[in-house]
């Protein structure tokens, strides 16, 4: 199993991007998605999450409103959409993935997931 983050890069303050989390070995709609980022000196932390059945996705505070995670089943890859970026959004983000029984679980733990990929750098200049 692989998880594949890409889509990272420079942007300004204010700008958009979009990371997408492509998989070899998992199917999306089997598992929950989250997305979590790591800044230099701090901990991993959560930043967003899609349930196994697609009907629930959840946020950490600082993003709600700017951020959008999504789902493509048919391309098998799921997106995090971050608009209105700030430069304390500067970090490495990762997708990862994990499966609970309840289809409506979205993960915020970084302990909990089972299945991480390699992370992509977003960095936002002020």
């Known amino acids: 199993v692989q998880l594949q983050a890409s889509g990272g890069g420079l942007v300004q303050a204010g700008g958009s991007l979009r990371l997408s989390c492509a998989s070899s070995?998992?199917?999306?709609?089997?598992?929950?998605v989250g997305w979590f980022r790591q800044a230099p000196g701090k901990e991993r932390e959560f930043v967003a999450s899609?349930?196994?059945?697609?009907?629930?996705?959840y946020y950490t505070d600082s993003v709600t409103g700017r951020f959008t995670i999504s789902r493509d089943i048919a391309k098998n890859v799921v997106y995090l959409q971050m608009n209105s970026l700030k430069p304390e959004d500067t970090a490495v983000y990762y997708c990862a993935a994990a499966w609970q029984s309840s289809a409506n679980w979205g993960p915020r733990d970084p302990g909990g997931m089972r299945y991480w990929g390699k992370g992509t750098l977003v960095t936002v200049s002020s």
């Open positions: 899609i349930s196994r059945n697609g009907h629930r996705t």
């Open positions: 070995g998992l199917t999306f709609t089997n598992c929950a």
